[in-house]
């Protein structure tokens, strides 16, 4: 089915290590996002992307780095990991882009848990 | 910059009754896109509906719909015979100029039996 999809779905990290997640849409999207979510606070953007090679810094950017190598795929990295980046991690995808005419595209989530 | 606010962090609503969830932005931009989101337990988010600024009247789907003021800065949803299957976490989302969507910080639906 054409959609967005992430991986991992669940993760556990320790404190200091580090891990990529992927997102992946096969709609021919320009633009791609990450948002965190986390209770009482709705959805935050972290980065952005409007285009392949392109990346921009969305609210919440620190302690993130992220790439677009590709057009489909867009990978969201915590270098060094810490427990204020317990949260739960969402990927979207827009066909219009530059007013997210017609919303987003979400992918399912990654619960991502630091101790 | 803008700012999307709801008010209520928890509703509950009675099986086959109507409620209405509030929500409030700030912008200066004539033309922009409004959205409701739905997110059930399983976590994934749903588009619900989507009201574009430019359109005076109110958008409907199916026993979801809009009170839409635009002078206001107001963009309400209404369930109309709510079921079990309506409960979930309900995002407002504001698409302006900026490109990505500013989402509010929810509310909790509850429906009861």
């Known amino acids: 089915n054409a959609g967005v999809t992430q991986t991992p779905k669940f993760r556990v990290l320790k404190t200091g290590q580090s891990m990529t997640l992927l997102c992946a849409q096969d709609?021919?999207?320009?633009?791609m996002y990450w948002y965190r979510q986390d209770p009482g606070m709705g959805l935050r953007l972290i980065h952005y992307?409007?285009?392949?090679?392109?990346?921009a810094k969305g609210e919440v950017p620190d302690g993130y780095n992220v790439s677009r190598l590709k057009k489909q795929n867009f990978l969201l990295g915590l270098e060094s990991a810490a427990p204020s980046q317990t949260s739960v991690y969402f990927c979207?995808?827009?066909?219009?882009?530059?007013?997210?005419?017609?919303?987003?595209?979400f992918g399912s989530g990654t619960r991502l848990t630091v101790v | 910059a803008q700012t999307v606010t709801q008010s209520q962090p928890e509703m509950s609503v009675q099986e086959a009754e109507t409620v209405t969830l509030s929500c409030t932005y700030d912008t200066s931009e004539s033309d922009y896109y409004l959205f409701w989101y739905k997110q059930p337990p399983s976590r994934q988010m749903i588009l619900v509906i989507r009201q574009e600024a430019y359109k005076q009247q109110n958008a409907t789907e199916n026993r979801f719909s809009v009170n839409f003021q635009k002078a206001a800065k107001s963009f309400s949803l209404k369930i109309s015979d709510s079921q079990l299957g309506d409960a979930a976490m309900y995002f407002c989302a504001y698409g302006g100029s900026q490109g990505n969507l500013i989402f509010g910080k929810g509310t909790k639906l509850s429906v009861k039996p």
């Open positions: 979207a995808s827009s066909y219009s882009g530059a007013r997210a005419v017609y919303g987003y595209t």
């Open positions: 709609m021919n999207h320009e633009y």
């Open positions: 992307s409007v285009g392949e090679g392109t990346t």
